[in-house]
């Protein structure tokens, strides 16, 4: 499988106090895979990637949110952690990003509370979803079909609920980005 991604770009948006872990799994594995990921954020500079309620690790940022464009990326990669979750949510360019990858039919992959981004931009209305159990009535206010899987896919929606879940949630992301 080490090259069935050669080629395919991931654009990784976060924001400070993503969940480390959300972002170095299937990071790894979609480079392992043959993809490029790139960690877009706000700001240029660095980001840091929290273990639960404990920062951790700092991580470069590649791009802004305003510098890219979404025909250069074949996926988009949600990570979640509250603070980062909370953050990016409100940043209309964040926003616009996942709505020109919905509008584009790219991937969308979301962990944990990743997908408060989603229900910001307005994206979720008629989907099942999946994600940390405390989103279930925001998702479901915001129209979305709420379901307790491992992984879920729908359409170009990948979701999961938590680390435990990455390893399938990174062979999701994969098979689809493949096909």
Same mark, same amino acid.
């Given at each position: 499988?080490?090259?069935?991604?050669?080629?395919?770009?991931?654009?990784? %948006?976060?924001?400070?106090?993503?969940?480390?872990?959300?972002?170095?799994?299937?990071?790894?594995?979609?480079?392992?895979?043959?993809?490029? @990921?790139?960690?877009?954020?706000?700001?240029?500079?660095?980001? !840091?990637?929290?273990?639960?309620?404990?920062?951790?690790?700092?991580?470069?940022?590649?791009?802004?949110?305003?510098?890219?464009?979404?025909?250069?990326?074949?996926? +988009? %990669?949600?990570?979640?952690? &509250?603070?980062?979750?909370?953050?990016?949510?409100?940043?209309?360019?964040?926003?616009? +990003? &996942?709505?020109?990858?919905?509008?584009?039919?790219?991937?969308?992959? &979301?962990?944990?509370?990743?997908?408060?981004? +989603?229900?910001?931009?307005? =994206? =979720?209305?008629?989907? @099942?979803?999946?994600?940390?159990?405390? %989103? !279930?009535?925001? +998702?479901?206010?915001?129209?979305?079909?709420?379901?307790?899987?491992?992984? &879920?896919?729908?359409?170009?929606?990948?979701?999961?609920?938590?680390?435990?879940?990455?390893?399938?949630?990174?062979?999701?992301?994969?098979?689809?980005?493949?096909?």
């Amino acid at each position: 499988m080490a090259q069935t991604l050669q080629g395919k770009r991931v654009a990784i %948006l976060v924001t400070d106090g993503f969940e480390q872990v959300e972002l170095t799994g299937p990071r790894e594995a979609l480079e392992q895979a043959g993809a490029r @990921t790139d960690i877009i954020s706000a700001s240029p500079g660095k980001v !840091t990637g929290w273990n639960h309620t404990t920062p951790a690790d700092e991580f470069t940022v590649d791009n802004t949110f305003d510098s890219i464009r979404i025909e250069d990326y074949d996926a +988009l %990669l949600l990570p979640g952690g &509250v603070v980062n979750s909370d953050n990016i949510r409100s940043n209309e360019m964040a926003q616009e +990003l &996942v709505r020109d990858a919905a509008r584009a039919n790219r991937t969308i992959a &979301v962990i944990c509370h990743g997908s408060w981004l +989603l229900i910001s931009a307005g =994206v =979720v209305q008629g989907k @099942t979803i999946t994600s940390w159990p405390s %989103l !279930t009535d925001d +998702l479901k206010n915001a129209g979305a079909n709420w379901v307790d899987q491992q992984v &879920v896919v729908d359409g170009d929606l990948i979701s999961s609920r938590k680390p435990n879940d990455i390893p399938a949630f990174s062979k999701a992301v994969i098979e689809a980005l493949a096909a």
